[in-house]
């Protein structure tokens, strides 16, 4: 059943609002970053390209794009859940708010000529095929269809072509006047979330007797005010952790590795009662090993040379494997037909 608030399906809202957000997201970034075109100087060609055009097809491509694809992109989130395993929400809004900054900051510049190639051709197909009712295995295009189909990639490649030299120095620019100021204040708030999930976790265990979070469904109902004065306590935790960091006290540091060992224990715990509990059951475990990685590596960090970059790949690591599962279970999954 797909998650709902006071009606609306979440997933379809998510969409919805992407559908909106990411071509203005693409327009501020071409109007604040400085591309210079490398065939010319003359400054209103510049402006026209860089800051209208070029800007206008990689947002129409996307929007285009989410449209289409609006149904399999909603169903993808809702089908997260059964790829990745019975990771509890809490644990994947940590995993996602990573992702987020991973996608955005390195994926979707590259991506972007890519997918605006492919759906202003696709745009053609539409357009010239429509009328078709039935597609044989032998059947072919017309050959107007293909040359409508190159001749509509042309002005993609060329916007591609325009900004090509300093495209891709793009991420490198996100990443540095974005990620690098913010990695600081991004890793101590993914560190006191998980840890404090790590704590809940623990409570959840004990109020559920055993049934540990990705059991929360089959709990007992008696517990449900239990279960919310223990997220009330993870809100506490999270925000008293961050004051903790922040303040410089160094008990910090053993609360983040009592949390490490808590992930550690709970998703033995979490592996051992469901197949005591459920013959069938199929050992999902994968979210509380991310959230164990994440928090191990700052065991790793031996010096201040090498702790930004340790920061910057765990929460990467993380956010890889979630974009790539994503992708993974937007392809292979079986769209719903009305």
């Known amino acids: 059943m797909p998650k709902e608030f006071k009606g609306i399906i979440l997933s379809r809202l998510i969409i919805f609002i992407a559908i909106f957000a ?89 991506i972007t000529p890519v997918v605006s190639i492919l759906s202003f ?20 295009a017309p050959f107007i269809t293909k040359f409508l189909m190159v001749v509509a990639s042309i002005l993609p490649i060329f ?6 030299p300093e495209y891709f120095d793009l991420s490198f620019f996100l990443w540095n006047s974005i990620w690098i100021p913010l990695l600081d204040h991004i890793f101590i708030f993914s560190y006191c979330l998980c840890t404090s999930l790590a ?5 959840i265990l004990i109020v559920n007797r055993g049934v540990s979070e990705y ?60 197949k005591s509990k459920m013959k069938q059951f199929n050992s999902h475990v994968f979210g509380y090993l991310l959230a164990a990685v994440f928090m191990g590596s700052n065991l790793l960090i ?15 690591v993380l956010a890889v494997v979630f974009i790539v599962v994503f992708i993974y279970t937007f392809i292979t999954h079986e769209e719903t037909e009305f």
């Open 215 to 274: 059991e929360e469904l089959f709990a007992d109902p008696s517990k449900t005010d239990s279960m919310m004065n223990v997220k009330i306590l993870e809100v506490f935790l999270f925000g008293f952790f961050l004051f903790l960091d922040y303040g410089g006290f160094e008990v910090i540091e053993l609360f983040y590795n009592v949390g490490f060992f808590l992930v550690l224990f709970v998703s033995i715990v979490n592996y051992i009662s469901g």
């Open 121 to 140: 051709a696709s745009m053609v197909w539409q357009l010239t095929t429509y009328r078709k009712e039935s597609w044989d295995e032998d059947t072919k």
């Open 199 to 203: 704590i809940g976790s623990l409570f």
């Open 22 to 110: 990411v071509p203005i997201i693409i327009f501020l970034i071409f109007i604040f970053t400085e591309f210079d075109l490398w065939f010319t100087t003359d400054l209103r060609a510049s402006v026209v390209i860089v800051k209208i055009i070029v800007p206008l097809v990689y947002a129409i491509s996307w929007l285009y794009f989410m449209i289409l694809f609006a149904n399999r992109f909603s169903e993808t989130i809702e089908a997260m859940g059964t790829t990745v395993g019975i990771i509890p929400l809490r644990l994947k809004i940590f995993y996602g708010i990573n992702a987020i900054f991973v996608l955005f900051i390195f994926v979707f510049p590259l």
């Open 159 to 164: 916007c591609t072509i325009a900004v090509i």
């Open 302 to 316: 031996l010096n201040v040379q090498l702790s930004e970059f340790l920061q910057a790949a765990s929460l990467s």
